[in-house]
């Protein structure tokens, strides 16, 4: 912090506020001139200053608390051919996640993580935004949306492949296997996937 001098414990609250002030601005302070330079180019910076209250919901996530049909409108979902048997199938998986979103909605979806640090089981509701940061990385909707647009793919060719994310493109991918046909068996794997995930508890 550029501190030169020792500190005594009297100095604490000026130290501590030094501290502050050095580690929220000072530290930043180039990248935070660049990012107001980079809005005042196109004038951008005069349009949040003079509208701040309608600026606002573009910077600022939206507290409502999500819901089922939210999060399924969010998805692009690719399925076979209507009327062939490979879309019977997947339509049967599709039905299972949006059943499986309505029951996280109505927080009918329990699980147990192991904390480590405690070395304890614990048992947590799954959310609607947990599921979200499991295939986007976001727990909530970002105010300009997603881009890409999150998407359901079908693998018809991997059916003994656990389902499967790609967070860089927002995809939820489902291999078309008689596992997730199940209801009961869709929501075991659904959770075991992604409670089993590298982010998941670091969200």
């Known amino acids: 912090m550029g501190c030169s001098q020792p500190v005594v414990f009297s100095d604490k609250n000026n130290f501590l506020r030094n501290a502050t002030i050095y580690y929220t601005l000072s530290d930043s302070l180039c990248e935070l001139n660049q990012f107001i330079d980079g809005l005042k180019v196109v004038g951008v910076l005069n349009i949040l200053r003079n509208h701040p ?10 507290s409502d608390s999500l819901k089922a049909e939210t999060v ?3 998805f692009n979902v690719f399925l076979s051919d209507e009327g062939s048997n490979r879309n019977q199938k997947e339509q049967a998986i599709l039905f299972n996640w949006n059943q499986f979103l309505e029951d996280v909605e109505k927080e009918l979806i329990q699980s147990e993580i192991h904390d480590s640090g405690a070395n304890i089981k614990l048992t947590i509701n799954v959310s609607l935004g947990a599921i979200l940061a499991f295939i986007t990385g976001s727990t909530y909707i970002p105010p300009l949306g997603f881009h890409p647009q ?6 018809q060719r991997e059916l003994n492949r656990k389902m499967y994310v790609s967070t860089c493109t927002n995809t939820l991918f489902f291999p078309v296997s008689g596992s997730l046909l199940q209801y009961s068996t869709f929501q075991e794997e659904f959770l075991f996937c992604m409670l089993n995930s590298p982010g998941f508890g670091k969200m």
């Open 72 to 74: 399924e409108r969010l």
């Open 150 to 155: 999150p998407s359901i793919v079908f693998k």
């Open 53 to 62: 209250d309608e600026s606002r919901g573009i910077f600022h996530c939206s």
